[in-house]
């Protein structure tokens, strides 16, 4: 990040900023101390012994962002990506991330391919993230050029899954967060510490060439994608899009 001349240097070399609805970017007036962590849990902290360097900070692109962000005009939408993207500039975020398909804020459930059985991915199509992900993604390389991306599924097209849904677990009817109904039945859920994933040769195959095609299909479109995970949350039972996996699956 960087940060106004005058701002006063902190201890170790490094500064802290906050930012409030009518005060951005600014430094707190009370100083803000680290001590290293010797105890478990928690994070340790050594600033006396820096270990490695950080490539970037990011966040990551969603449906429901660019939403929120298409209903600005769109001189405000730039100056509120140039704030979060342009080097030099506010947060100065490089590294982000992305969905493949839908994950729990897009618009809709969704994946590149649902035609149950198409294992040769003759359906598969991006085109419903050029409304919404891919327009995100070009606007914030518009302050960014040098934007790098790694990709994560929620969740698999659902014949993928041993359910045959996007979902891991159904919505508990007890609960008031839950207020909605996401198809699956009780007795079709997939548990934490299993594989959701159907694990057969012809599964994975397909699965390995629907990564290649996401990427292809993006650099068609001018984002190119530097790298990939095979799951989101691998051990994460959700109502919304999701898969779990073993560590041997």
């Known amino acids: 990040m960087t940060v106004p001349a005058n701002t006063p240097a902190a201890p170790n070399g490094f500064q802290f900023y906050a930012t409030t609805e009518a005060d951005p970017w600014f430094t707190p007036d009370t100083p803000v101390t680290v001590e290293p962590m010797r105890t478990f849990p928690g994070a340790f902290l050594c600033l006396d012994a820096p270990a490695q360097e950080i490539d970037g900070f990011g966040v990551c692109f969603n449906e429901l962002g660019w939403v929120a962000l298409s209903r600005l005009e769109e001189a405000e939408r730039s100056e509120v990506l140039r704030q979060i993207f342009a080097p030099g500039v506010g947060a100065n975020l490089s590294v982000c991330r992305m969905p493949v398909g839908a994950n729990d804020f897009a618009t809709d459930w969704y994946s590149y391919d649902e035609v149950d059985g198409d294992y040769a991915l003759e359906h598969f199509s991006i085109d419903h993230d050029d409304a919404t992900l891919v327009p995100y993604i070009r606007a914030a390389k518009a302050h960014r050029p040098d934007l790098t ?34 198809g699956l039945s009780p007795d079709n859920q997939i548990k934490e510490g299993t594989d959701g994933l159907i694990l057969t040769e012809q599964v994975l195959d397909a699965y390995a060439r629907y990564f290649g095609k996401f990427i292809d299909a993006y650099a068609e479109r001018g984002i190119d994608i530097s790298m990939v995970m095979p799951q989101n949350e691998f051990n994460s039972a959700q109502i919304y899009p999701a898969c779990t996996w073993t560590p041997e699956g």
Do not use: I, V
């Open 149 to 182: 991306l790694w990709a994560s599924p929620w969740g698999p097209p659902s014949w993928f899954k041993r359910n045959h849904h996007y979902a891991c677990a159904a919505p508990n009817p007890m609960s008031e967060q839950t207020n909605f109904d996401n």
